[in-house]
DNA sequence: GAATCATCTCAAACCGCTTTGGATTTCTCA
DNA sequence: TGAGAAATCCAAAGCGGTTTGAGATGATTC
């Protein structure tokens, strides 16, 4: 079934049928509703081939992940994230077109989209310091919006981001009001603009209290259980061990709690742990109390609001760049108490 | 810069233009290689909005993602699928299309996307035992391959699928051949069919050595970290509690070694785990040695054979439904040892 | 009663590509 | 040399909608 079959089932002519159904107002309210109803019986649907051609538009926002060569993470929190976005989509009649690519083709996918009138719009993941996805969209007038923000570029851009300095540099005096000094950061990896902003955080809150910021107690790397392990095995087994973490996901922190384990010592009790939790549906943190004390935001909710700015981005595109700044909630669970020996 | 400019710079009619881009035999070769390099220079790439017009195919590939109302959570392993597909996608010029819909909607959705022609096939996920999607999609004449199978359908249909029964009874034969003797199964929500599966090896294996499934050691719930942690702790508070436990996740295996730390056992020595191990990326389950011994499938691949199935299946819709079945292997880890007492 | 104005409807162009059905030119070989 | 075959290329008709510009109809105004 198509318009034009529509059309003379109702005696009418495509046009009429056309603007009856988008709701144009050059049309009879009693041969709109004909037309509707008539709709309705024969199961109408507009093809989204069509569409896309007669308006020049396709509908669809991009999501563009980059996997590096073999056996690469894809991103955890990837599938909450999506889960958020893809509800503001749905909801507003666009598609989601998912491209996963080597890394290393990442700028001219983003390219290839654009020429091919593929998508509207495109959401930038994970940005980089200096993310030159930024600039390259701009150039190519590709819409876009940003989770998160790259601290390296100047120009104005679209973004949505959580406050990670201010999450990290209040967990950070959390900690030291529990009398805690040899404080750990298990940083996510540091070319991520939100791992650096984190670090930032927990360094200034310990420069604010005098303390210099040890490097033995920074690490930086992939945010896996195994490597959250190694980095927390490794400090627990110095002279001076760390008696608390700031860990960068609650994932690397079952890899800290499981060398915490190993040591022989007790989590909230010998060494606190504070996480940032992103909230995912599949890795809640407890239930009525926390199992983690937690810098915590949702990045279901986050993907909601990227979206929605997307979408909005793409309807005005003459308006100036949005940004929008999301605080993060600080949650006490049980893996915290006072440092040892303090009470 | 479309065909038709292009055509206009070369002197050429669009025709001869678009077949000499896309290989038919009936131009010259030397206009080709002229066509070729023009399209290189101007950097050209066909509109796909005019191409899946034109052609009547889409090009593209629907997943649909059911989220239940509120908080519902997002398969974990959702993120790997998707990765492994999409890079099957992409190298064969394929678009993945993801659609986040309430999961009441959710055939509705899967007619919509028919009617629309917005997608060629889509890929099943998570089918029940008596799936109405799959006659849904037979009888509405959209291509299809299940991840996973749906044992209470008699139609024939293309799936992939991991031996989960199998994998299950090799797992608990061997924590029998260890001399456990009260095993206990965490299982997935046994309304998904893999879960009945991998339930129907455990109890044969068990009967086959003349043992009596005890309900008491049977849960079925979400593959959560916290719902694990429940029901194994629930289990080891019991008078004669299981000595072993054969856990549906990595991620519910996190939940249950929390229990048995924190009842003050040592897994491993004084509780056995196995836990079926889907290979994410983001949660390798140790390293050389790893730390869960684990019936082990990877997702990712999975994703990519599914994928595969799916366009080979759009792209020769007269052959007969396909069937792929993956062995898992059983990898040991440090997470089982003999029974207590039987050294 | 003619002119003006809304209101409603339609024919046709267009979006950018593919593909059918020739037309034209060049080869091939008796 | 000339007919048939092969090799090239092209004009035009879709694909299924949207949208522009104009026509038809009936109501209103002077």
């Given at each position: 079934m198509n318009l034009k079959e529509l059309a003379t089932q109702l005696g009418l002519s495509p046009t009429t049928v056309s603007r009856a159904l988008n709701g144009y107002?050059?049309?009879?309210e009693a041969t709109r509703e004909r037309v509707m109803a008539a709709a309705k019986r024969t199961n109408y649907r507009p093809n989204t081939r069509a569409i896309r051609l007669a308006t020049g538009r396709s509908l669809a926002v991009g999501h563009v992940i980059p996997i590096a060569t073999r056996h690469e993470i894809v991103n955890p929190i990837f599938a909450d994230f999506i889960a958020g976005a893809g509800e503001t989509y749905s909801r507003n009649g666009y598609d989601m077109l998912l491209s996963v690519v080597a890394d290393d083709t990442e700028e001219t996918t983003y390219r290839e989209l654009k020429l091919r009138g593929a998508v509207d719009g495109v959401i930038v993941h994970?940005?980089?310091?200096?993310?030159p996805r930024i600039e390259l969209l701009r150039d190519i007038g590709l819409p876009f919006v940003v989770h998160g923000r790259a601290s390296g570029i100047s120009i104005p851009y679209s973004w949505v981001d959580v406050n990670n300095r201010r999450a990290f540099h209040r967990a950070t005096e959390f900690l030291l009001d529990l009398g805690h000094s040899r404080i750990a950061l298990i940083n996510g990896l540091e070319y991520m603009d939100f791992a650096v902003r984190r670090r930032s955080g927990y360094v200034d809150a310990l420069a604010s209290r005098g303390i210099a910021a040890n490097p033995a107690f920074m690490t930086s790397d992939q945010m896996t259980e195994v490597a959250g392990f190694h980095a927390a095995q490794k400090m627990l087994a110095m002279a001076n061990a760390p008696t608390a973490f700031l860990v960068a996901s609650m994932i690397s922190a079952m890899g800290v709690r499981r060398a915490i384990e190993a040591a022989g010592l007790v989590m909230g009790r010998d060494v606190s742990v504070i996480i940032h939790d992103d909230d995912l549906s599949y890795l809640q943190n407890g239930e009525a109390v926390p199992i983690f004390t937690a810098t915590r935001s949702s990045v279901r909710e986050a993907g909601r609001l990227v979206a929605e700015m997307l979408l909005h981005v793409i309807a005005e595109p003459q308006v100036a760049p949005q940004q929008r700044l999301l605080e993060a909630e600080l949650i006490i669970g049980q893996s915290t108490g006072p440092a040892p020996g303090r009470l």
């Open positions: 107002p050059e049309v009879n994970s940005p980089r310091t200096h993310d």
